[in-house]
């Protein structure tokens, strides 16, 4: 039973106008309450609804645009309206626009913040493309912390967003996320594997699971998106190679099909908790179908669980009954290779939910790249490696201007994320970046997992090069 609007935790969105507050709310109420329009000002009263980020419930609240005007204006009292909000609450969400960089106006209202005792997660909207990059890193100088990139239009950098806002309402959830527990628990390698097995309609992903369990746990059948929700079921799985015990929650997803496609209403919501298991998986086999082989939407599934930042694993199921099982093997590796380029080497296996085979060893592997995508390199082997990285590659000098790389921190795992911190990094070209992760996979032990990599320029304009 859903709890009361009155007993979730209560999060007010601020910014100045035309920053996207009401976009950003609409997504997070699931519904277009608030009135959208180009033109600034359209919101003037604070408006409520009870909201949803990936199993987060709180409570909504969208303000007026922040204007710099006399208090008995209308934009005065706009404005001191927002200011009430604040009273209460328990956090701020405060919104920019990168695309457009700070304004005098988001100084104000950062001071402004800054002052208030309510904990403030920054927001950077717009950021869908490469457009926003700039104001992100901009952004740093309001002294808010890491600013959080999203495009409340289209919904990018929602799991970024709860990552910033689960800590401070998490105390106030009116019921256990069944999802949450391995993020809670990430840190401790005996914490149970959170596994999603995700993939087309009838891939088989049902049937896998209920032959891991050994019992008709979960409904299948020959006719396609029998599964509606993600099923967690906890398992305790017996490695036969050591012998070790080792826990499980296995999670079974709805089968996800082109949009083009997915007309009923249930089946739309049923794809969406199929998004949000893989948002809170750590690692996601995606499961193809030997008799079907590849297709254009089990890539788009795989970039889904990649763009998420999860460990991945691709597994070929019903091997049994495979025709040419040499040629599609290869096909699908050669495939895999051209269409996720961004991330060469992910383990390719094959398996049979009907015998079986194969299972043993993909389970296996999924501790693998959950433990590659736990690592976290030791300061000086992260400095050797960085040395030796540049000393093979220089960075180049565009228009014979030197880019300086001073030095790299890994700022987090799961997946793990590095800052670069240099000079005239804009000027850095994609490939060079693309050596630097490629590097970072090889040499450091991270494999096929993906890598986030961050880069930051100095702040102080005067900074010497």
């Known amino acids: 039973m859903a709890a009361s609007s009155s007993s979730l935790a209560q999060i007010v969105i601020i910014g100045r106008p035309n920053v996207g507050k009401s976009t950003l709310f609409n997504r ?145 959830q009116p019921e256990e996320d069944p999802f949450a527990e391995a993020e809670e628990e990430e840190a401790d390698p005996r914490a149970p594997l959170s596994l999603a097995i995700v993939g087309r309609p009838n891939a088989g992903k049902s ?26 079921v906890d398992w305790q799985w017996t490695d036969p190679a050591s012998g070790e015990t080792r826990p499980i929650k296995l999670v079974d997803t709805a089968g996800m099909r082109k949009k083009a496609k997915v007309d009923d209403k249930l089946e739309k919501l049923a794809v969406a908790d199929a998004q949000r298991a893989i948002d809170f998986a750590q690692v996601v086999v995606l499961l193809l179908d030997a008799t079907r082989g590849l297709e254009v939407q089990d890539l788009k599934i795989a970039n889904l669980a990649l763009e998420e930042g999860r460990a991945l694993i691709v597994a070929i199921n019903k091997w049994d009954v495979a025709e040419d099982a040499s040629g599609l093997f290869n096909g699908v590796r050669a495939a895999l290779e051209e269409g996720l380029a961004q991330l060469k080497g992910v383990p390719l296996l094959t398996v049979s939910a009907m015998t079986g085979k194969g299972l043993d060893q993909l389970l296996a592997t999924a501790f693998e790249v959950r433990e590659a995508w736990s690592r976290r390199v030791p300061t000086a082997l992260l400095n050797r490696w960085f040395d030796t990285a540049l000393e093979a590659n220089p960075p180049p000098a565009p228009g014979g201007r030197r880019i300086k790389l001073r030095y790299i921190t890994q700022i987090k795992t799961r997946p793990p994320s590095f800052v670069l911190f240099g000079t005239r990094l804009d000027d850095l070209p994609a490939s060079y970046e693309r050596y630097l992760v490629n590097s970072i996979r090889k040499e450091l032990g991270f494999g096929a997992v993906p890598v986030r990599l961050t880069m930051r320029s100095p702040k102080n304009p005067f900074a010497k090069d």
């Open 28 to 172: 997070l109420v699931g519904k277009k309450l608030a009135l959208v329009d180009d033109q600034p000002g359209v919101t003037r009263d604070r408006r409520f609804g009870p909201a949803g980020l990936l199993g987060l419930e709180f409570q909504a609240v969208d303000t007026a645009g922040w204007e710099d005007e006399d208090d008995a204006t209308l934009p005065g009292r706009m404005r001191a309206q927002t200011q009430v909000s604040l009273k209460g609450a328990d956090a701020a969400l405060f919104v920019i626009d990168a695309r457009a960089g700070l304004t005098p106006l988001d100084e104000e209202i950062a001071r402004w913040l800054r002052q208030q005792e309510v904990p403030v997660v920054l927001a950077a909207n717009k950021c869908e493309g490469s457009a926003g990059e700039s104001g992100v890193l901009e952004a740093f100088s309001l002294g808010l912390g890491q600013p959080v990139p999203i495009s409340a239009e289209h919904g990018e950098g929602m799991s970024d967003l709860y990552a910033a806002l689960s800590p401070l309402i998490a105390g106030k």
């Open 207 to 232: 049937t896998l699971i209920n032959r891991m369990l050994g019992e008709d746990r979960l409904l299948t059948g020959p006719e396609a998106g029998i599964t509606r929700d993600s099923i967690a």
